[in-house]
C-alpha cells in the first residue's frame, strides 16, 4: 500500500511550483493533456490500486473544496507514507506510528494558525486582490502570472460586485484559437461562441427574449393527417403556417425586443421574419448557457414562441458580432451596469496550451472564493513548512516514549515541499533546506526557497509571495487523512470469484 502510494506521489511531485515540469497525459479515450495540475492528472490516470485510489479521491476533495493546493495533497501525503514505511521497518508497530501522526498534526495546526502574517481587510481591491492572486497562478503558469491575474482579478470583482461571496460559475472562459496570449482580455458579459443567425450585426440598448426552445411554428401535439383535395388548399395551408409565425415575431418586435437568443434551431422562416423586422437573432444550444444569459440580462427564458412581458425581458448595453482569427463570435456586454457574468477571451496557438492556462486561471478563481470566507495569508516558498518542521522537530525531542520517532518524521515529511521545490529549480535540496533551517533558527520565519535567481532563499512576505492559510490547512487535512486510513489497512480482500468460467445455471436434470 505505501509503495503504491509513493509512486503516485512522486509521478505528480515534479509537477510542484512555479518550476514544476509538466506532464503530457493520453487518457483512455486517447485525448492528450499537457498540464502540471495534479487534480487533472490523476483525473484521466486510471488509477486501479484501492490504496493510491485513496489519495486520488482526497486530492479530488481538495480540487472541490479550494480548487487549489491538490498537489501539495498528494506529496506530503506520499512522504508521510514514505516516512511511515520506514518506520516501520525499523521495527515500530503501525499503531505507534498512527498515535505519534496523531500528536505531530494536532501540534502542527497549532503552529500553522501561529504562521499566519497577513490577513486582509477586503479582497474587494484590485491591487490587494491582484498581488495576492500572483502566487498562486505562478505556480501553474510561471512567466504568465503579470497577464494571467490581472483578468482574473477584473473579473471576480465585476462579478462579486456589492456581493460578500463570489459565484465561481459566473467567471467563464472563451477559448479562441489564434493571436497570443498578450491579445486576451476581459469582458462584462457573456460570449457565445457562435455567429448570428441574422444580418444585423450590432444592437446598442438592447431588449433582449430568451427562447428555451426553437423559434419555429409550433408543432401539434397530436399526431395528425391533413387531406389536401386541390392546389388552392395547398397553398393557403402553408400561408396560414406563414401568418402564424409572422404573427408570432411581429408582437414580438412591437414589444421593443431587438435581441432573440434561441435555445433550438431557428427555421428558415422564421429567419425570414426576423430579418424583416430586424430582430439580431443568436442560437444557443446549451441550456447552462442559457441560464447563465439571463442572469446577465435580467432576462427569464420561454418555452413558447409569445412576447414575454416587461419583467421578463432582459437588457444588455451593447450586443455585436466580433471576428477573432476565423471564428465568429457574439458579444453580450454590459457597459452601463454591472454584470453578474464575466468572461475572459483567451487567445493562443493551440487548444492543449489554452486548457492548461484555464486550469490556471479556474484555480486563481476559486482562491478569491477562498479568500471570502478566510482572508489570513502565510508565507509561501516552503518557508511555513520549514518553521513548522522545525518547531515540531523540537516538539518530538520533548515527547517521551515511542511517538516522537513519528513525530519527528512528520516534522522530516514537511520538509518535501522546500526540498521539491529546491529539485524543480534545480538548486541542490540539501544545500537549500540547511540554509533555510539557519535562516529559521535565526528568527526570519518568511525566509524561503528563492526559485527565481541564483541565491538559495529569499524573504516570502517581502516579495509578497504568500499562500492562502485555508487552502493549506485544508490540504494538509486530507493528506493526514488520506495517510491515517492507509496505515490501518493490513489487508486488502477482493471480493472477487477466483479464476475460470462462472458456473452455469443449475441442472434440473443433474441425477439422470
Known amino acids: 500500500n505505501i509503495n503504491a502510494a509513493t509512486e503516485i506521489s512522486k509521478k505528480c511531485r515534479t509537477s510542484l511550483g512555479p518550476n514544476g515540469m509538466k506532464k503530457l497525459v493520453i487518457n483512455h479515450l486517447e485525448k492528450i493533456f499537457v498540464t502540471s495540475d495534479a487534480a487533472t492528472i490523476l483525473k484521466e490516470l486510471e488509477v486501479v490500486h484501492p490504496a493510491a485510489n485513496i489519495l486520488v479521491m482526497a486530492c479530488k476533495m481538495q480540487e472541490s473544496e479550494e480548487g487549489d493546493g491538490t498537489n501539495l495533497v498528494v506529496a506530503f501525503a506520499g512522504e508521510l507514507l514514505h516516512q511511515a514505511g520506514e518506520l516501520i521497518r525499523t521495527g515500530l508497530h503501525v499503531s505507534e506510528i498512527v498515535k505519534g501522526y496523531k500528536l505531530a498534526y494536532d501540534k502542527f495546526k497549532e503552529v500553522l494558525e501561529g504562521q ?12 490587494t486582490l491582484t498581488s495576492t492572486l500572483q502566487s498562486v497562478v505562478a505556480s501553474k503558469q510561471y512567466g504568465h502570472e503579470g497577464l494571467i491575474t490581472p483578468l482574473i482579478a477584473r473579473a471576480c470583482l465585476e462579478s462579486m460586485g456589492d456581493q460578500d461571496l463570489l459565484n465561481v460559475d459566473n467567471i467563464r472562459v472563451a477559448k479562441l484559437l489564434g493571436g497570443t496570449l498578450q491579445d486576451s482580455e476581459m469582458i462584462n458579459g457573456v460570449v457565445i461562441l457562435r455567429g448570428p443567425m441574422s444580418s444585423r450585426k450590432r444592437v446598442e440598448d438592447a431588449r433582449v427574449a430568451v427562447y428555451a426552445n426553437e423559434v419555429a411554428a409550433a408543432a401539434t401535439e397530436a399526431k395528425s393527417t391533413v387531406l389536401i383535395k386541390s392546389a388552392e ?58 441560464r447563465r444569459i439571463c442572469r446577465a440580462t435580467g432576462a427569464t427564458a420561454q418555452v413558447k414562441l409569445i412576447p414575454p412581458t416587461t419583467e421578463e425581458i432582459g437588457h444588455c448595453s451593447v450586443v455585436y458580432e466580433k471576428e477573432f482569427g476565423s471564428k465568429h463570435v457574439v458579444i453580450m456586454e454590459q457597459t452601463d451596469a454591472q454584470s453578474r457574468i ?22 486563481g478563481v476559486n482562491a478569491v472564493k477562498t479568500l471570502n470566507r478566510d482572508k489570513r495569508l502565510v508565507a509561501g516558498a516552503g518557508a511555513v513548512e520549514i518553521e513548522c518542521a522545525q518547531q515540531l522537530a523540537a516538539h518530538g525531542q520533548a515527547t517521551p516514549g515511542l511517538e516522537q520517532y513519528a513525530i519527528k518524521k512528520f516534522a522530516e515529511a514537511l520538509e518535501v515541499v522546500p526540498r ?44 509578497s509571495v504568500h499562500d492562502l492559510y485555508k487552502t493549506k490547512a485544508l490540504a494538509y487535512e486530507l493528506a493526514m487523512e488520506a495517510v491515517m486510513t492507509i496505515l490501518r489497512v493490513d489487508q486488502i480482500i477482493m471480493a472477487k470469484r477466483a479464476g475460470g468460467p462462472k458456473p452455469r445455471g443449475q441442472n434440473p436434470n443433474w441425477d439422470q
Open 116 to 127: 499566519v502574517i497577513k490577513t486582509l481587510e477586503t479582497e474587494k481591491d484590485l491591487d
Open 233 to 290: 388548399q395547398l397553398l393557403t395551408y402553408s400561408k396560414s403556417e406563414e401568418a402564424a409565425i409572422e404573427s408570432a415575431i411581429r408582437d414580438i418586435a412591437d414589444k421593443g425586443i431587438n435581441v432573440i437568443i434561441a435555445g433550438g434551431k431557428v427555421s428558415e422562416m422564421a429567419g425570414h421574419f426576423l430579418e424583416k423586422y430586424n430582430i439580431f437573432c443568436v442560437r444557443v444550444t446549451s441550456k447552462f448557457e442559457l
Open 342 to 363: 464575466s468572461t475572459i477571451v483567451l487567445r493562443g496557438s493551440n487548444m492543449n496550451s489554452l486548457d492548461d492556462i484555464e486550469r490556471a486561471i479556474d484555480d
Open 420 to 463: 521539491t521545490l529546491a529539485e524543480n529549480a534545480g538548486k541542490l535540496a540539501t544545500d537549500v533546506i540547511s540554509e533555510l533551517y539557519k535562516e529559521h533558527s535565526a528568527g526570519n520565519q518568511a525566509i524561503g526557497v528563492n526559485t527565481a535567481s541564483d541565491s538559495l532563499t529569499f524573504d516570502a512576505a517581502k516579495a
